[in-house]
């Protein structure tokens, strides 16, 4: 439910009925927009009356109920975009975000040329996965902190924020020393204390979409992170299992459209674990950002070949390169920049 306090209604008025709220264990989230104060009400169980109740506080223009089993994250309780600064990036706004980087980060050399080059052609972060969740436990499974500090001395010499993904509890105190964004995979898009975790940091979050979660389930875990006060959550639509085996996953640009309409939380796109093949992964930002995502995740190499994790998704440097101006048109079209 929310609270739609009048214009020009007093902080008295909003005490009011946030501490109503307490007493029934209700917790409210303040949403500030420029034409209207909200109060977001949320907790285990609403009563059936209180929605009569608030409407009779003085300063309470009118109750509604939000419909979505996702309370903090859908648009009936913020109608406005939220825009998710990294560093002065902002996702979500006028910018069309151009996050690229190796799948794993594996040796100063790569990192540091990767960088050097994603930052020429353009793009605002650097990716580099240092703790990699794989299928088998005999592949690659990243440099540990090892590969955090390599990801901090390339953003040191190009400035670019970097985004990494943390896979556990334990590790989230030791990866937020280090990144910019905590990246949640989409295998642990369901891990909820590791999303309570990353929620109390108040760091940005991406978060992956499951390879076989709902819309809905994905928003729930945005919920979650959320729901610890933490406003700050990038959703990235990355490819779900369905029969189709000639790709790795199907890109489901469905959800990047439906997700934007939902919620007010930027979302992006990986079309390089969205179709598991580098020459598809053009024609696939392209298309993603046509589908209105506020940005891609892309993975990039000096050398895809010799790449320890996903090198056949993987972009040359200079394919990423020649991708970039076709990024900057699309975006130019829905008068965006990158
Ligand atoms: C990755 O970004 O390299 C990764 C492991 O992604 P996902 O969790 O989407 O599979
Ligand atoms: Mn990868």
Not at 144 to 166: C, N, S, Y
Not at 320 to 337: D, E
Request: aromatic share 4%.
């Amino acid at each position: 439910m929310i609270v739609v306090m009048q214009t020009g209604s007093t902080q008295e008025q909003i005490e009011s009925v946030l501490e109503r709220l307490a007493e029934y264990d209700l917790r409210g989230h303040m949403v500030y927009g420029a034409e209207r104060t909200v109060i977001g009400v949320v907790g285990a169980a609403i009563p059936p009356t209180l929605k009569e109740e608030l409407e009779h506080f003085t300063g309470v223009k009118e109750t509604l109920r939000i419909t979505q089993p996702y309370k903090l994250v859908s648009r009936e309780l913020r109608p406005m975009d939220t825009i998710v600064d990294v560093r002065g990036v902002k996702v979500g706004g006028e910018r069309c975000v151009v996050i690229a980087g190796p799948c794993s980060v594996e040796t100063e050399e790569q990192i540091m040329a990767t960088a050097r080059a994603v930052r020429e052609a353009g793009a605002s972060m650097l990716r580099g996965g240092a703790f990699k969740p794989r299928s088998s436990p005999y592949t690659f499974r990243g440099l540990g902190e090892l590969g955090l500090k390599l990801l901090a001395q390339a953003r040191d010499e190009t400035g670019l924020p970097i985004v990494t993904e943390v896979m556990t509890i334990n590790d989230v105190d030791l990866v937020a020393r280090y990144a910019d964004v905590l990246q949640i995979g989409a295998r642990n898009m369901q891990n909820y204390q590791l999303l309570e975790e990353v929620g109390r940091t108040g760091m940005p979050v991406l978060l992956k979409r499951g390879l076989s979660a709902t819309i809905e389930e994905w928003l729930l875990s945005a919920e979650y992170v959320t729901a610890q006060g933490n406003p700050n959550v990038i959703l990235c639509e990355r490819g779900i299992r369905t029969f189709e085996t000639a790709t790795r996953n199907t890109m489901d640009l469905n959800a990047v459209a439906l997700a934007k309409r939902r919620t007010h939380l930027p979302v992006i796109a990986d079309p390089s674990h969205g179709t598991g093949k580098w020459y598809l992964v053009p024609p696939l930002a392209l298309a993603s950002i046509a589908a209105g995502a506020d940005g891609i995740i892309i993975e990039a190499h000096p050398d895809p070949d010799r790449a320890r994790s996903d090198g056949g998704q993987s972009l040359s440097l200079e394919n990423f390169a020649k991708l970039m101006p076709q990024v900057a048109a699309v975006a130019a079209a829905l008068g965006k920049r990158i």
